[in-house]
C-alpha cells in the first residue's frame, strides 16, 4: 500500500502565485457537473444533539429517532459540539496546530514527508499512476489508535503541542463515534454493543487537509468525488472557508458547516455490516479562488482482525448483499486505487 510522490501544491501556489495551473490539475468537467443550493434552509443536513443521544442511550427517543433518519436518509449529518465530550480547548488547539504545521516551511514540513510504498505522513495519498489527475490539496495522513499503531517519526514535533494535541484529541473524537455507533446499533434493532464490539482495538486515523486557493478553481478539484472506506468519520472545520459538497438527488449538494459542530458521514465498511440500510455517501472538497480552506478527518475502523461483511444479526431473513472480507485486504484494495466515486464499494457487492 502507498502513494506515488507528487509536488508539493502548496509549494506550487506560493512560487506561481496560482494563476498556472499544470495540466494533471486541470478537470474541465469538474465544472459542467450540476450543484444545486448552497447549503441552507432545507437543504442542509441533519443536525444531531449528541448530549441528548447520551441520555437516550438506553431508552431511545426522538434525538436516536432522527439520527437513524439521517443514516437512512442522508448519510450525512452535524453533531453539535456543545453538548458532547470534546472539550473545546482541544478542539480550538487541533484548529491551531493544523494551521501552524501547513505555515511552516517547506523544507520543515519535508520532515514529516511520506516514504515509498507508506500511507502516513506529510503529501498525497490515491495516487496510483504517473497521467492520473492530481487533487489541488496537500495533506498529513497519521495513525493514532490503537497507539502501538502510531509512527512517531512521522507526527510533526513543529508546532510543539502538535502530538500532545492530536493525543487528547484522538481520544476524545474516539468517544465520540464509540457513542454514536452504540447508538446506531439500538436503532437497527441490535444490541448496543454489537457493532462497538468490534472497535474496541479499533483503528483511527486522520487526514489534515490544506486546499490552497486556485485562480482557476472552477476547473481544479480539492478532494476527488469518493465515499469513505471506514465505519464513520468525524470531520472538524478549520477555518471558516467551505468546499465540502455532497452527491444528492444526481447534484452536488454543498454542505455548509454549524459552528461547533462535527460534520459525520457513514462509510462504505458501516454500509456494508448494515447490509445496505445505511449508506455511504460519495462526497467531494471543492477549492477557493481567494483562500486557502483547511479540515482534518477523523476516520474511525474496526479492530484489526475483524472481518468486513454484513453482521449475521440483519442477514438471517435475508440474502447477504457484500462480500465478506478480511480488513488487511479490504483496506490493500482501497488504497490501491484511485478515488472514484463508490467504484471500490460497487466491487463489493454480490450479484
Not at 140 to 150: D, K, M, S
Request: proline share 6%.
Amino acid at each position: 500500500m502507498g502513494s506515488l510522490p507528487v509536488p508539493s501544491v502548496q509549494a506550487l501556489v506560493e512560487a506561481t502565485g496560482g494563476d498556472d495551473v499544470p495540466p494533471r490539475y486541470l478537470r474541465p468537467d469538474a465544472a459542467e457537473e450540476a450543484v444545486t443550493g448552497d447549503g441552507d434552509g432545507e437543504a442542509q443536513i441533519p443536525i444531531i444533539d449528541h448530549r441528548r443521544l447520551l441520555l437516550e442511550l438506553d431508552h431511545g427517543g426522538e434525538e436516536s429517532a432522527r439520527l437513524h433518519r439521517a443514516c437512512q436518509d442522508w448519510g450525512f449529518f452535524q453533531v453539535s459540539l456543545v453538548n458532547h465530550s470534546v472539550p473545546d480547548d482541544v478542539v480550538e488547539s487541533m484548529k491551531v496546530n493544523i494551521q501552524q504545521f501547513f505555515q511552516l516551511p517547506a523544507e520543515t514540513k519535508k520532515r514529516f514527508a511520506q516514504e515509498r510504498g507508506q500511507l502516513e505522513g506529510y503529501g498525497q495519498l490515491f495516487v496510483v499512476s504517473e497521467d492520473q489527475k492530481l487533487d489541488w490539496a496537500d495533506m498529513l495522513f497519521l495513525y493514532a489508535q490503537p497507539p502501538e499503531r502510531r509512527k512517531t517519526k512521522f507526527w510533526p514535533d513543529q508546532p510543539a503541542t502538535f502530538r500532545s494535541t492530536l493525543d487528547r484529541y484522538s481520544g476524545a473524537v474516539k468517544d465520540v463515534s464509540d457513542s454514536l455507533l452504540a447508538t446506531m446499533a439500538k436503532n437497527l434493532g441490535l444490541k448496543r454493543e454489537t457493532i462497538a464490539d468490534k472497535c474496541i482495538r479499533g483503528m483511527q486515523s486522520f487526514r489534515m487537509n490544506y486546499y490552497p486557493p486556485c485562480a482557476q478553481a472552477e476547473r481544479v478539484v480539492g478532494l476527488s468525488p469518493h465515499s469513505d472506506a471506514n465505519l464513520l468519520t468525524l470531520v472538524l472545520q478549520v477555518n471558516h472557508v467551505q468546499g465540502l459538497q455532497i452527491k444528492r438527488n444526481g447534484s452536488w449538494l454543498p454542505v455548509k458547516p454549524v459552528p461547533g459542530a462535527f460534520i459525520v458521514n457513514i462509510g462504505d465498511m458501516l454500509e456494508v455490516f448494515t447490509n445496505g440500510r445505511y449508506r455511504s455517501i460519495e462526497h467531494r472538497a471543492v477549492v477557493d479562488p481567494k483562500e486557502e480552506r483547511l479540515s482534518v478527518a477523523a476516520f474511525h475502523f474496526p479492530d484489526m482482525d475483524a472481518m468486513i461483511g454484513p453482521l449475521k444479526e440483519l442477514t438471517a431473513q435475508e440474502d447477504d448483499a457484500y462480500k465478506t472480507l478480511d480488513l488487511e485486504s479490504f483496506m490493500k484494495i482501497f488504497f490501491a486505487t484511485k478515488l472514484e466515486g463508490k467504484s471500490f464499494l460497487d466491487r463489493m457487492k454480490l450479484n
